[in-house]
């Protein structure tokens, strides 16, 4: 009898094991189901990954007038017994090739239950090169492989919409359009929606980008418009019931999941001349603030000229940059990839500095810079030689990581 009963016991520990089991992992990949959990009142957080269209540049107030604002506020609303949280991951000028870099820090450890996908601008939206839609793909896989329903943002600009309307003019706007049917994510199709409006009630372009010579970032009219078109998206998402999938076979290619973010300062020794420092707290624009995407940095400084090393790096990918930040001192900097010399448009010299926007300097901003993207899979032997001029005083160059991705055989 005794026998029985532990057996009983372990049977109903066993029923209750397996049944935690398959809750924890009964998360899915559907916008539908966030809906659902919004609805039921549960805690949910939302990233909202891109470039300065999604951070709302040219909006009056980002965080109000912006469409992440607008979208954040709308789930917020709709949902009133739900505890959402908005996060904000958007860097301007910069796509899919840095994004998916920021993947673990800015997006993951935010454990999101949504995630809004821009870059169909950043990555060259009248382009459609293989190595950028194969680093899009990975990005959107090692996502929906998280368990994480996305929503593919398909922003557009002045030159895409009204007269000058053209589907053979996008063509990586069409390439993301074939990614979001081949997995069935959400999309927001900014360009259509806006070509509608357009067209239904003859809304003069000029007037959504109203600021200045500026055609790319929009007014707050133009976000309006985004938002409306991302939202229309999102709610047909959850009237289809759309399950995301996951092709065996991706469309573009799915080799660069496996993006290695190397903190420098995290290592044992550093080249002589090199110093942990702080990064900048002040920027020239909002997200270009280096603080808010990156830990400490390694400095190599003009003070130290004389005894200051090349930093050397080894590494195993197809696909190398360094993410740091700089101003109007940063210094030039030579680079070697297997002892042989990269060039930078035609220069043996790397210049990332921000004194064009000021003669007395400039600002402060993050800096990343993509060094070789297309290498012979395997490993490989970085070098980065800082350069002082006589001229630099005061320059440094400061880095926080050296980025790898790619096939390594």
């Known amino acids: 009898m005794l026998n029985m009963t532990k057996l009983a016991l372990l049977c109903l520990c066993l029923i209750c094991l397996i049944g935690n ?15 659902t959990r919004a609805q039921a009142g549960e805690t949910l957080n939302v990233v909202f990954l891109g470039g300065s269209l999604t951070w709302g540049a040219n909006a009056s107030d980002p965080n109000q007038t912006s469409y992440r604002a607008l979208m954040g506020k709308y789930l917020i609303e709709k949902y009133p017994k739900a505890h959402i949280t908005n996060h ?54 090692m996502m929906l492989k998280q368990n994480i329903p996305v929503v593919q943002v398909m922003l557009s600009c002045y ?56 055609k790319t970032h929009p007014g707050d009219a133009g976000y309006q418009l985004y938002f409306e078109a991302v939202r229309d998206g999102y709610e047909q998402a959850i009237q289809d019931k759309r399950v995301t999938i996951i092709p065996d076979k991706p469309v573009f290619g799915d080799g660069y999941m496996n993006p290695k973010r190397n903190i420098l300062v ?31 940095v390694l400095v190599a400084s003009a003070k130290k000229r004389k005894t200051t090393e090349p930093l050397v790096f080894e590494f195993e ?17 030579r680079v070697y990839i297997d002892d042989q010399l990269v060039q ?9 500095n921000t004194a064009r926007f000021s003669s007395s300097g400039g600002g402060n901003l993050f800096a990343w810079t993509p060094l070789a993207k297309e290498l012979a899979p395997g490993k ?3 070098k980065i030689e800082p350069i002082f001029m006589p001229s630099d005083k005061d320059g440094d160059l400061r880095i926080e990581s050296i980025c790898v991705m790619g096939p390594t055989k």
């Not at 919409?161 to 081949?182: C, E, F, M, Q, W």
């Not at 990918?317 to 900097?333: A, C, K, Q």
């Not at 930078?344 to 990332?352: A, N, P, V």
């Open 21 to 35: 089991t398959t809750m924890a992992q009964s998360k899915s990949t559907t916008i539908a189901d966030f809906h």
């Open 88 to 141: 904000d991951a958007a860097i301007g000028g910069t796509g899919s090739n840095l994004g998916i870099f920021r993947l673990e820090r800015d997006v993951l450890s935010k454990k999101p239950d949504l995630v809004f996908l821009d870059f169909t601008i950043n990555d060259g939206i009248s382009h459609s090169d293989k190595l950028s839609l194969e680093i899009y793909e990975s990005l959107l896989r």
């Open 159 to 214: 030159h895409q919409v009204g007269k000058h309307y053209d589907l053979a003019k996008v063509p990586r706007y069409n390439d993301h359009i074939t990614l979001s049917k081949a997995y069935k994510t959400g999309v927001g199709d900014t360009l259509q929606y806006i070509q509608n409006v357009y067209k239904t009630k003859n809304v003069d372009m000029d007037e959504i980008w109203c600021i200045g010579r500026d």
């Open 266 to 296: 995290d290592m044992d020794k550093y080249p002589k001349g090199w110093d942990r420092q702080k990064t900048f707290r002040t920027a020239l624009w909002f997200d270009g603030q280096s603080s808010r995407w990156m830990g400490d």
């Open 317 to 333: 990918g197809s696909f190398v940059g360094i993410f740091g930040e700089m101003n109007g001192d940063s210094v030039p900097f």
């Open 344 to 352: 930078s448009s035609g220069s043996e010299f790397w210049e990332k």
């Open 380 to 382: 490989h032997t970085l």
